[in-house]
């Protein structure tokens, strides 16, 4: 009888585990609280997820639904160059273009590759207990789901997370972020990212005619703007150079979300017994290298490989977590520091760190980017 894992939360690195664990025969369902699972705006998805999902035999369905990018600008707010490499040196470095894909687009490829009925929408996981047996989830309908292991997907608030590491505390990281789609058509040379004191911005083509982008700013916890988000953006946002003002008036202000940003305590413990972390739920990270899902992906199929090396659960678990600690301790790291360069109080400092970066030899820019998201970057347990 196949072993019955019960995987809590069906976002991005929920679904994509359920994939790689049906895939080797295990018997899932996924536990979803939320009843509409709309995720709005995009993702980038980085040459080193395409690669793990290419492990799933998910990638070229996700180059598919995509736009493919192959610039890489970074400017000034003054329109300025930071960085502008060549498309055959960013394809080069990274082994293929990135990918940037609707999240709806991209939950609606990872449901349909898992079997039909194992997602239960609208159940909450309230609780969770560990015996000889394998694990108990209490659910909010007050019942008990019994498995022999136990995936947590449930993000930064993770039950699963706090089951094996205690309290974890979590803050707002002192910023926000906006996101959004608009119905237009950029430059492709100008496909990147705009900065300025205390301000990033990133705009992206996600097919097209359209166009992803988002921006960040330091402020009030909450803070909402009395006029409304997009206006409030189109205002300050106004001098800034192309494509920001055409992409901005070009977006809905349906289309735009807001979010403050939060930092969470480190889990110490990722795996103990048959339960285990994936995803923000393990890892959270700031979004400023644009890899909090790429690495949830990462995480789905290397949890997969060490599934497939051993029937035991909990050794295959804490082998995973071991394994993975290393490279996610560093991503988690950098995202952090850049995000607090870029939102140095006073704005000079944060405009002068900034635009120092433009320091940095290509070589060295290029051999970091490598590393990080490449198609090289993601290696399966030898």
Same mark, same amino acid.
């Given at each position: 009888?196949?072993?019955?894992?019960?995987?809590?939360?069906?976002?991005?690195?929920?679904?994509?585990?359920?994939?790689?664990?049906?895939?080797?025969?295990?018997?899932?369902?996924?536990?979803?609280?939320?009843?509409?699972?709309?995720?709005?705006?995009?993702?980038?998805?980085?040459?080193?997820?395409?690669?793990?999902?290419?492990?799933?035999?998910?990638?070229?369905?996700?180059?598919?639904?995509?736009?493919?990018?192959?610039?890489?600008?970074?400017?000034?707010?003054?329109?300025?160059?930071?960085?502008?490499?060549?498309?055959?040196?960013?394809?080069?470095?990274?082994?293929?273009?990135?990918?940037?894909?609707?999240?709806?687009?991209?939950?609606?490829?990872?449901?349909?590759?898992?079997?039909?009925?194992?997602?239960?929408?609208?159940?909450?996981?309230?609780?969770?207990?560990?015996?000889?047996?394998?694990?108990?989830?209490?659910?909010?309908?007050?019942?008990?789901?019994?498995?022999?292991?136990?995936?947590?997907?449930?993000?930064?608030?993770?039950?699963?997370?706090?089951?094996?590491?205690?309290?974890?505390?979590?803050?707002?990281?002192?910023?926000?972020?906006?996101?959004?789609?608009?119905?237009?058509?950029?430059?492709?040379?100008?496909?990147?990212?705009?900065?300025?004191?205390?301000?990033?911005?990133?705009?992206?083509?996600?097919?097209?005619?359209?166009?992803?982008?988002?921006?960040?700013?330091?402020?009030?916890?909450?803070?909402?703007?009395?006029?409304?988000?997009?206006?409030?953006?189109?205002?300050?946002?106004?001098?800034?150079?192309?494509?920001?003002?055409?992409?901005?008036?070009?977006?809905?202000?349906?289309?735009?979300?807001?979010?403050?940003?939060?930092?969470?305590?480190?889990?110490?413990?990722?795996?103990?017994?048959?339960?285990?972390?994936?995803?923000?739920?393990?890892?959270?990270?700031?979004?400023?290298?644009?890899?909090?899902?790429?690495?949830?992906?990462?995480? +789905?199929?290397? &949890?997969?490989?060490?599934?497939?090396? =051993?029937?035991? /659960? %909990?050794?295959?678990? #804490? $082998?995973? @977590?071991?394994?993975?600690?290393?490279?996610?301790?560093?991503?988690?790291?950098?995202?952090?520091?850049?995000?607090?360069?870029?939102?140095?109080?006073?704005?000079?400092?944060?405009?002068?760190?900034?635009? +120092?970066?433009? &320091?940095?030899?290509?070589?060295?820019? =290029?051999?970091? /980017? %490598?590393?990080?998201? #490449? $198609?090289? @970057?993601?290696?399966?347990?030898?």
């Amino acid at each position: 009888m196949a072993h019955r894992i019960v995987i809590i939360g069906a976002g991005i690195a929920g679904l994509a585990t359920a994939v790689a664990l049906q895939q080797r025969d295990y018997d899932v369902s996924i536990i979803e609280e939320r009843t509409d699972t709309s995720t709005g705006a995009a993702i980038s998805i980085w040459p080193n997820a395409l690669a793990a999902l290419d492990e799933l035999g998910l990638g070229d369905a996700i180059r598919e639904a995509g736009g493919q990018i192959t610039a890489g600008a970074l400017r000034w707010r003054d329109g300025s160059w930071l960085r502008h490499p060549a498309a055959e040196t960013l394809i080069a470095t990274l082994g293929e273009p990135l990918v940037v894909v609707q999240r709806s687009s991209l939950r609606d490829i990872l449901t349909a590759a898992v079997h039909g009925g194992t997602i239960e929408y609208g159940l909450a996981a309230n609780g969770l207990r560990a015996n000889a047996d394998g694990v108990q989830v209490r659910l909010s309908d007050e019942t008990v789901r019994e498995a022999d292991a136990v995936v947590g997907a449930d993000g930064i608030g993770s039950m699963v997370a706090r089951h094996l590491n205690g309290p974890l505390a979590h803050r707002y990281a002192g910023y926000t972020a906006w996101r959004g789609i608009a119905s237009y058509a950029m430059d492709l040379e100008l496909a990147g990212g705009t900065l300025g004191p205390g301000v990033e911005t990133g705009h992206v083509p996600v097919g097209p005619d359209r166009t992803y982008w988002y921006a960040t700013e330091r402020a009030p916890e909450g803070r909402l703007a009395p006029e409304g988000e997009l206006p409030y953006l189109r205002t300050k946002l106004a001098g800034w150079p192309e494509p920001i003002p055409n992409v901005l008036a070009a977006t809905a202000p349906a289309d735009v979300l807001r979010n403050d940003i939060y930092d969470r305590a480190p889990a110490r413990h990722w795996a103990r017994g048959p339960a285990v972390l994936v995803g923000d739920a393990a890892h959270p990270m700031r979004p400023h290298l644009g890899q909090g899902g790429c690495q949830g992906i990462e995480d +789905a199929a290397i &949890l997969g490989a060490f599934v497939e090396r =051993t029937t035991d /659960l %909990a050794t295959a678990f #804490a $082998r995973f @977590a071991s394994y993975r600690r290393p490279r996610i301790a560093s991503l988690v790291r950098e995202s952090a520091l850049i995000g607090r360069v870029i939102n140095l109080r006073p704005a000079f400092l944060s405009a002068a760190a900034t635009r +120092a970066s433009v &320091l940095v030899p290509e070589a060295m820019f =290029t051999r970091h /980017l %490598a590393s990080v998201a #490449a $198609r090289s @970057a993601f290696v399966l347990p030898a």
